[in-house]
């Protein structure tokens, strides 16, 4: 079946870190890396800015209650899913995998692919924009506090919430905001091309992983990491995905909400986001742990594509179905 396709992304991600593994950055390489995929994060969350538009934005801003839940699912419901996670602690496996599953828990939903999986769906696409990057930048904030707040962290230096927030916004809100004001002026061109958002996307966070997997090989990664560890964060992910899910589905009943609005709080609500996990992960967390920690959320990343394509294409299929019954009772009468 087409959704237990690997994602191309996901093999991207597999080979990265297969080069990072063999091939690790040593030495004056890893000053290099470091300020090319800042660079390479900066250009990305500009691009996202240029993108957004603010019209769809307002559009899909009025309907409260269901923003108001996307937000509780994505900052409340999930942190205690990973808090619940590590305190039954099924298996053994070191600390930093759990530290991962939470971490993975805290971060805000994905954007791209809940608006394509929305619109696919036949979901509210202008409510998914407006939910999706509430989120994006809402997590700016929330994340690294709940990481403070959830964890006990410490930076190779010394820091503190506040400090890292910071460091977050100077690195993605301020080039999301410069992009999203020069929206005028470039906004034709982004319009135009738009795969190449894609590209800085895949090419930025393909960048930081090779970083973060080069300085987690010099520790030892893969002495303290094997494929029954691998299995554990796979089982992990689908577990707390199908939960997520199983309770926004449930939520949205119990709120009335239309068929449109259920799809969008199952996308907005039960995804979570790569593209601000990784780079976050480098600010929060120390080099050393980087690799290991963003495993849970690289597995689960590929894990919700397949899941959520698979929703998608059953909401596509009913909704196909039920326009044809519509067609069939209109030529009836």
Same mark, same amino acid.
């Given at each position: 079946?087409?959704?237990?396709?690997?994602?191309?992304?996901?093999?991207?991600?597999?080979?990265?870190?297969?080069?990072?593994?063999?091939?690790?950055?040593?030495?004056?390489?890893?000053?290099?890396?470091?300020?090319?995929?800042?660079?390479?994060?900066?250009?990305?969350?500009?691009?996202?800015?240029?993108?957004?538009?603010?019209?769809?934005?307002? &559009?899909? *801003?009025?309907?409260?209650?269901?923003?108001?839940? $996307? %937000?509780?699912?994505?900052? #409340?419901? /999930?942190? !205690?899913?990973?808090?619940?996670?590590?305190?039954?602690?099924?298996?053994?496996?070191?600390?930093?995998?759990?530290?991962?599953?939470?971490?993975?828990?805290?971060?805000?939903?994905?954007?791209?692919?809940?608006?394509?999986?929305?619109?696919?769906?036949?979901?509210?696409?202008?409510?998914?924009?407006?939910?999706?990057?509430?989120?994006?930048?809402?997590?700016?904030?929330?994340?690294?506090?709940?990481?403070?707040?959830?964890?006990?962290?410490?930076?190779? &230096?010394? *820091?503190?919430?506040?400090?890292?927030?910071?460091? $977050? %916004?100077?690195?993605?809100? #301020?080039? /999301?905001? !410069?992009?999203?004001?020069?929206?005028?002026?470039?906004?034709?061109?982004?319009?135009?091309?738009?795969?190449?958002?894609?590209?800085?996307?895949?090419?930025?966070?393909?960048?930081?992983?090779?970083?973060?997997?080069?300085?987690?090989?010099?520790?030892?990664?893969?002495?303290?990491?094997?494929?029954?560890?691998?299995?554990?964060?796979?089982?992990?992910?689908?577990?707390?995905?199908?939960?997520?899910?199983?309770?926004?589905?449930?939520?949205?009943?119990?709120?009335?909400?239309?068929?449109?609005?259920?799809?969008?709080?199952?996308?907005?609500?039960?995804?979570?986001?790569?593209?601000?996990?990784?780079?976050?992960?480098?600010?929060?967390?120390?080099?050393?742990?980087?690799?290991?920690?963003?495993?849970?959320?690289?597995?689960?990343?590929?894990?919700?594509?397949?899941?959520?394509?698979?929703?998608?294409?059953?909401?596509?299929?009913?909704?196909?179905?039920?326009?044809?019954?519509?067609?069939?009772?209109?030529?009836?009468?």
């Amino acid at each position: 079946m087409g959704f237990l396709r690997l994602d191309p992304m996901m093999v991207k991600l597999i080979i990265t870190v297969l080069l990072a593994s063999f091939i690790p950055a040593k030495g004056g390489f890893v000053d290099f890396f470091e300020y090319l995929t800042t660079a390479a994060i900066a250009l990305l969350f500009f691009m996202h800015g240029a993108k957004l538009s603010r019209e769809k934005i307002i &559009a899909g *801003s009025s309907h409260w209650r269901l923003h108001l839940w $996307i %937000m509780c699912s994505t900052f #409340v419901v /999930f942190p !205690i899913l990973g808090l619940l996670l590590v305190w039954w602690h099924p298996v053994n496996v070191g600390p930093e995998i759990y530290t991962g599953f939470i971490y993975l828990c805290i971060l805000p939903a994905t954007v791209q692919s809940a608006i394509a999986f929305t619109s696919m769906a036949g979901g509210n696409v202008a409510a998914a924009v407006c939910a999706a990057s509430a989120s994006s930048l809402l997590g700016v904030f929330i994340s690294p506090l709940l990481v403070n707040l959830v964890m006990n962290v410490h930076s190779d &230096a010394p *820091s503190n919430g506040l400090e890292q927030i910071g460091k $977050i %916004m100077l690195q993605l809100l #301020v080039p /999301f905001v !410069i992009g999203h004001m020069s929206r005028r002026w470039i906004g034709g061109w982004v319009e135009k091309h738009r795969s190449l958002i894609g590209k800085t996307d895949q090419t930025s966070i393909l960048l930081v992983v090779y970083s973060a997997f080069s300085e987690a090989v010099v520790n030892g990664i893969w002495h303290r990491v094997g494929v029954d560890t691998l299995l554990w964060i796979l089982a992990g992910s689908v577990l707390i995905l199908f939960v997520a899910l199983a309770i926004n589905l449930g939520a949205s009943r119990l709120f009335g909400f239309s068929r449109a609005d259920e799809i969008v709080v199952l996308f907005c609500g039960s995804k979570k986001s790569l593209a601000n996990g990784v780079p976050m992960a480098n600010i929060l967390f120390p080099a050393s742990s980087v690799g290991i920690i963003v495993l849970p959320l690289m597995i689960f990343h590929q894990v919700q594509l397949m899941v959520c394509s698979f929703i998608a294409q059953r909401y596509k299929a009913g909704n196909e179905k039920r326009l044809a019954q519509q067609q069939v009772e209109v030529q009836k009468s």
